[in-house]
């Protein structure tokens, strides 16, 4: 029964960030599991100088696990960058997967608008599912809800299809 949307904006400090925890806490209310997959076009590193793992890949190592009874993370140097449904694919064991960013996906969305910063809407007509907004944003043809009504946002997302994953 997995759902995937897609929550993007345009730039920084549109609100993605804060809408995706709300989402997070009010689908976990409703006993759901949740993944989330954030896009970072600036590149980004989660190995820090001095630890065991940083070492590893420091001396050569391709891909590095760190396991724990409570958390798994795999980082793993790559030629190009991992197309969206193959990390979807890892994740399908989930309720929702919540995407932050990735404007150019093929996904449903809920795009975050925010006046000062956002110059319109980018997602075309046939993949929004509703504008997350603070202030009116002129629309006749799309749904727009208040960027922190997390429950209304979250009764569209359980609306929506289930993901077909591609194979």
């Keep these: 029964m ?4 897609n929550v993007m904006g345009q ?3 549109v609100g993605k960030t804060d809408l ?3 989402l997070i806490q009010e689908l976990k209310t409703r006993g759901l599991s949740v ?3 954030k896009h970072d076009v600036h590149g980004f ?3 820090h100088k001095g630890k065991d793992t940083y070492r590893h890949r420091e001396a050569g190592a391709e891909t590095v696990i760190i396991s724990s009874k409570k958390r ?3 980082i793993k140097e790559v030629e190009e960058e991992i197309k969206l449904n193959d990390i979807l694919k890892l994740l399908k064991d989930k309720d929702i997967i919540l995407v932050e960013g990735y404007k150019k996906s093929p996904l449903r969305k809920i795009e975050v608008y925010r006046e000062g910063f ?3 809407i980018l997602t075309p007509e046939h993949l929004l599912i509703a504008i997350a907004s603070k202030t009116e944003v002129l629309s006749e043809s799309h749904l727009v809800i208040d960027k922190e009504d997390y429950k209304s946002l979250a009764d569209l997302i359980m609306q929506e299809k289930e ?3 591609e194979e």
Excluded: C, R, W, Y
Excluded at 2 to 5: A, D, L
């Design 2 to 5: 997995t759902k995937v949307i």
């Design 11 to 13: 730039g920084s400090n």
């Design 20 to 22: 995706m925890e709300g």
């Design 35 to 37: 993944a989330t997959v």
């Design 45 to 47: 590193d989660i190995d």
């Design 72 to 74: 798994f993370a795999m």
């Design 118 to 120: 956002s110059e319109g």
């Design 163 to 165: 993901f077909e994953f």
